[in-house]
């Protein structure tokens, strides 16, 4: 039996909505034609998607990575249809930084380009910034990614920065140098981020006092003055906050800066995209 995008829409909408018959109400269909289409596609696939309790329903294993990946197709559908029109919208995930300083220039040149699209910036967590979760089309990254999955673009680096208290002695500081971190206590976000203890040799280290999970707990523990942060420049930009200060780290290695989207999954848009932010960041 086929299965179409129909299928995949109704799962979706149950997992959205953690009933058949809310998951009715937001498809406009009555709950029966939901039950009716949610058995036929897990018939076609001869495995259980959804678990029916009296009130809710919960995602089986399977129905959980189904909902993952039809995501991701109901999404690529819907940009070919916007790009067959000439009215698309790449949604573009970042996690901590979108692209700096240039994402003005980039937004206005979109729009010249594409006066009946839009280029939506998503902040999402992680170091793939809602890419592996179906939530974005592509992702601004500053790690490489997994080749096996992902296909990625270098399209620029950034300077790293550091950030600290505004009553720190580095205030008075003109230079700092990565030898200057050794010993003091480091915010760093060790799943996702770019700035492990590694980054430095033995022996010249800071040590890791907070281990966060976003940009906001990283700016938080810093201001609290619990210790140092490095990002790229582009976080010094996004992210000003009173009782903190940024410096440029003069001989620390630089950042590259990634478009990354899922393999077997390019479009011209986004090779539009990395072409625009390459000049962007070229020119810089």
């Known amino acids: 039996m086929s299965w179409e995008l129909r299928h995949i829409r109704t799962l979706a909408a149950i997992a959205d909505h953690g009933s058949l018959t809310d998951a009715a109400a937001a498809l406009g269909v009555s ?36 909902v993952t990946k039809g995501r991701r197709l109901l999404q690529l559908a819907e940009q070919m249809e916007a790009e067959a029109r000439g009215q698309g919208r790449l949604r573009i995930g970042y996690a901590w930084a979108g692209a700096g300083k240039h994402t003005t220039a980039l937004h206005r040149r979109w729009k010249r380009l594409h006066p009946q699209g839009e280029l939506a910036f998503v902040r999402a967590t992680g170091a793939l910034a809602g890419l592996g979760e179906g939530l974005v089309d592509a992702a601004i990254t500053r790690t490489e990614p997994d ?48 700035t492990t203890p590694e980054l430095w040799p033995e022996g010249r280290r800071p040590y890791v006092s907070a281990d966060v999970s976003s940009v906001d707990e990283w700016l938080d523990a810093i201001a609290a003055g619990r210790g140092l942060g490095v990002s790229s420049e582009a976080t010094a930009h996004q992210h000003q906050r009173s009782g903190i200060k940024y410096k440029v780290i003069t001989d620390a290695p630089p950042l590259g800066v990634w478009i990354t989207w899922h393999r077997g999954e390019d479009t011209a848009s986004l090779a539009e995209l990395r072409a625009l932010l390459a000049e962007l960041y070229a020119a810089a």
């Open 31 to 66: 709950q029966a034609q939901v039950s009716r289409t949610l058995k036929s596609l897990e018939d076609a696939w001869g495995v259980l998607l959804v678990r029916r309790q009296p009130r809710d329903t919960v995602l089986t294993a399977e129905g959980q990575r189904a």
């Open 147 to 194: 080749p096996g999955r992902f296909s990625s673009v270098l399209v620029g680096t950034e300077r790293r920065v550091a950030c600290f208290p505004e009553d720190d002695p580095w205030v008075r500081r003109r230079v700092l140098r990565m030898r200057d971190f050794a010993g003091r206590p480091l915010i760093a976000d060790t799943r996702a981020g770019t």
